[in-house]
């Protein structure tokens, strides 16, 4: 079993940054990939980036590539999402999210993660 806290969502203005973070507990041992999601009113949960605990192995999103910073620190247990730039469409519930199988290293559907956090908001302003 693995639980997922998230934290650090926040109302930024336009063209500003923001870091989440997120801490996973339990049994992380058997943890492989955490990624981030995030999903706005009315659309689907959408795929932003991931990572492998190494920090080794990441993928990002077209739609936040040069944007966003995906990243690790493996004493805390702890995947953080450094979001700059930030637009209006940003603006979402972003999930944290961990896979136990090494699925979401070609998979990058919501189907190939195990646990999930419970979201934090993300408000972008113009």
């Known amino acids: 079993q693995v639980q997922v806290v998230e934290s650090g969502g926040g109302l930024v203005q336009a063209g500003g940054s923001l870091r989440l973070s997120c801490t996973a507990s339990g049994r992380t041992f058997s943890i492989y990939f955490m990624g981030w999601f995030r999903q706005a009113p009315g659309k689907e949960r959408e795929f932003v980036a991931n990572?492998?605990?190494?920090?080794?192995?990441?993928y990002y999103a077209d739609s936040v590539k040069g944007r966003f910073t995906i990243s690790t620190d493996n004493a805390k247990n702890t995947v953080y999402l450094q979001m700059s730039s930030l637009k209006p469409e940003d603006t979402a519930v972003y999930y944290c999210?961990?896979?136990?199988?090494?699925?979401?290293?070609?998979?990058?559907?919501?189907?190939?993660?195990?646990?999930w956090g419970q979201g934090t908001q993300v408000t972008v302003s113009s």
């Open positions: 999210a961990a896979d136990r199988n090494g699925r979401s290293a070609t998979d990058y559907s919501p189907q190939a993660y195990d646990y």
């Open positions: 990572i492998n605990w190494n920090g080794g192995i990441r």
